[in-house]
């Protein structure tokens, strides 16, 4: 059962423009979220986080928006660059538990 | 900070043989995660330690596998025997305190079992 789920396996974006990358949840106690990038042949990458007190969060050029009614998080990059081209992982966990749950990732291509 | 340290970084071996695994946590953190990278599934937790001590291994798929943390700096993940359907890449995890904090990966070993 998928508690974290990542529905477009993969994103194609011109370069300078806003790249949108969109998570899914269905666990309510879930009240930390992340973003991890992966490169090929490296391990996953912290991004950014939320805690589930914010519903945005913004580093530099990324932003993270939490919807916790729709269970919903999203990943904002703006503007794109091609070295933005990896696949990102999104990631929840609640207070205590001994996972954090991934989503099967998104593929962002961004275009030069 | 060096970050989390895994060898070897690729492994080919033979299907029946063992293999092990290592890795180095950060420095100060006290969990340690061994996770598991496939096409079909995804990220998946095999096993988690927290100061030394397993504290979730429900994710370990089978009696084949087993996990060690004899001190804070140095864990293993053995495979014995192997299997083709082993063939993955193998991610070590670290965090300062809590499975449900940040986490910290290594590089991954690759392994490919023939």
């Known amino acids: 059962d998928q508690q974290v789920k990542q529905n477009s396996p993969s994103l194609s974006v011109q370069e300078g423009r806003i790249s949108i990358l969109n998570c899914d949840y269905t666990?309510?106690?879930?009240?930390?979220f992340l973003w991890y990038k992966k490169y090929p042949a490296e391990g996953p990458t912290f991004l950014i986080s939320?805690?589930?007190?914010?519903d945005k969060n913004e580093d530099g050029r990324f932003t993270v928006f939490l919807n916790k009614s729709a269970k919903h998080l999203s990943l904002h990059i703006v503007p794109s660059q091609p070295g933005d081209s990896a696949v990102y992982f999104c990631?929840?966990?609640?207070?205590?538990?001994?996972?954090?749950?991934f989503g099967t990732g998104t593929r962002l291509t961004v275009i030069p | 900070d060096a970050g989390v340290i895994q060898s070897p970084r690729h492994e080919v071996t033979e299907m029946g043989q063992e293999v092990t695994l290592r890795c180095k946590p950060i420095?100060?953190?006290?969990?340690l995660f061994w996770y598991r990278q496939t096409m079909m599934r995804g990220l998946e937790l095999l096993i988690y330690?927290?100061?030394?001590?397993?504290?979730?291994d429900s994710g370990m798929p089978e009696d084949r596998f087993s996990a060690k943390m004899p001190n804070a700096s140095f864990s293993t993940l053995k495979i014995q025997p192997s299997g083709p359907r082993d063939s993955a890449v193998y991610f070590c995890?670290?965090?300062?305190?809590?499975?449900?904090?940040?986490?910290?990966f290594g590089p991954g070993t690759r392994l490919l079992v023939l």
């Open positions: 995890a670290s965090s300062i305190r809590a499975a449900s904090e940040t986490q910290y």
């Open positions: 420095s100060g953190h006290n969990s």
């Open positions: 330690f927290n100061n030394n001590v397993p504290i979730d």
């Open positions: 939320i805690s589930s007190i914010k």
């Open positions: 990631a929840a966990s609640a207070t205590g538990a001994n996972n954090l749950f």
């Open positions: 666990n309510s106690m879930f009240d930390y």
